[in-house]
């Protein structure tokens, strides 16, 4: 029973960040912060001290995937790291990698999707080509600029459809 009211407060939690993230362009902290609190809780009242652990190390996870994006100059939004603590909180570090993975995969080929249908690749490709010459080459700050010829991707939706495609892997 543990098992499903993690893997349902997990599925709702990630649709209704996709559903902010596609209206407002954010998530939320009102939705992924009482998660993590109430995964902690559930954590370590069914499982003890080692689901707490659990917990704990899917939340440590998505803080160093935080710090691991800010080396490329701020890859994800904190909300959408927040949201990646709620999954890891809630699953655990094993599953929170196999997500990410999932994830990964799908909002880059939903991402190339949005440019080829707007027509933005090229200048895309340039961009991305010009951050890493600064950033690589010259050893400069450099950092991703959110626009992109209009096209933007809420990435809460990735990481909703990569964690449905992550406990359909399990």
Not at 86 to 111: H, M, W
Not at 115 to 125: D, I, M, S, V
Not at 137 to 159: D, F, H, K
Request: glycine share 12%; charged share 10%.
């Amino acid at each position: 029973m543990y098992i499903t009211i993690n893997m349902a407060v997990t599925m709702v939690t990630v649709l209704v960040a996709a559903v902010t993230d596609i209206r407002t362009g954010k998530v939320y902290n009102a939705v992924t912060i009482p998660v993590i609190v109430l995964a902690l809780v559930l954590s370590a009242a069914h499982l003890g001290w080692e689901g707490l652990a659990q917990s704990l190390q899917g939340i440590g996870l998505a803080l160093g995937l935080w710090l691991f994006s800010n080396l490329f100059g701020r890859v994800m939004g904190g909300g959408d790291i927040k949201l990646l603590a709620a999954i890891g909180s809630l699953q655990g570090p094993r599953f929170l990698l196999l997500a990410l993975a999932c994830s990964i995969l799908i909002g880059g080929g939903l991402a190339l999707v949005l440019l080829l249908a707007r027509g933005a690749t090229l200048q895309c490709f340039r961009r991305i080509y010009s951050w890493l010459f600064q950033r690589v080459i010259c050893q400069a700050p450099a950092e991703l600029s959110p626009q992109t010829g209009g096209v933007r991707l809420p990435y809460a939706v990735p990481i909703a459809i990569g964690t449905l495609v992550a406990f359909l892997a399990l």
